[in-house]
């Protein structure tokens, strides 16, 4: 996978081989992340033998033919995609749907496997970014200035701009989500779903 811009007259180009030029990236194979294209699934299912183990893990029984709804996720995938969202791949369109590309993320994030290589996601971010409206999505921004810096696309001249960051609340989790909390529990409550955790300084009983 390969991204190539022209930032202030320069070619940049951004690859798994440029990005380890700039940071000490892990060297794990990208090949589980690979999500099938619709037209696989149909025709040819036998090239992704895990797909449907890992829809299985994530939603509710039943609920994974056709469209992937976010509402049919299990709460704990469901809370992972919401910290994803808002925090690594930011979304602004279609928040009904889980995306494929999602799938695999929230299965590794909650199975513990496979192990996906960061840069590969760095690659996917970026992408999206790309691809969002008025470029208002940029994520991995200290990455992309050390890129730049050096292609020597920028100097240690030019500032960039700030933007606010909103920090992960639980009482802020979007349309479709119940938080309350008692002296020892927090308790999340969403689509007919509810789980409680125990609070780290709960007293003891």
């Not at 797909?51 to 992972?80: C, S």
Request: hydrophobic share 40%; proline share 6%.
């Amino acid at each position: 996978m390969k991204l190539i811009g022209m930032v202030n007259g320069v070619d940049v180009e951004m690859s798994y081989d440029s990005l380890r030029r700039i940071a000490k990236f892990d060297s794990k194979p990208a090949n589980q992340y690979i999500f099938p294209r619709l037209e696989d699934l149909y025709f040819n299912p036998q090239k992704h033998p895990q797909w449907q183990n890992m829809l299985d893990y994530l939603f509710i029984p039943g609920t994974t033919h056709g469209k992937l709804l976010r509402r049919n996720l299990r709460i704990e995938a469901k809370l992972m995609l919401v910290v994803c969202t808002q925090n690594v791949i930011p979304r602004r369109v279609n928040k009904v749907e889980v995306r494929f590309a999602e799938v695999p993320v929230l299965y590794m994030l909650l199975h513990g496997s496979p192990l996906v290589p960061f840069h590969f996601l760095v690659l996917n971010n970026i992408w999206i970014g790309r691809n969002s409206g008025e470029r208002k999505i940029i994520p991995h921004c200290r990455l992309i200035t050390a890129l730049l810096k050096l292609y020597g696309a920028i100097g240690s001249e030019d500032k960039g701009s700030y933007k606010r960051f909103k920090p992960f609340d639980l009482m802020n989790l979007g349309p479709g989500w119940e938080y309350k909390e008692s002296e020892r529990y927090h308790k999340l409550k969403s689509d007919g779903q509810r789980r409680r955790a125990l609070k780290v300084d709960a007293r003891p009983l």
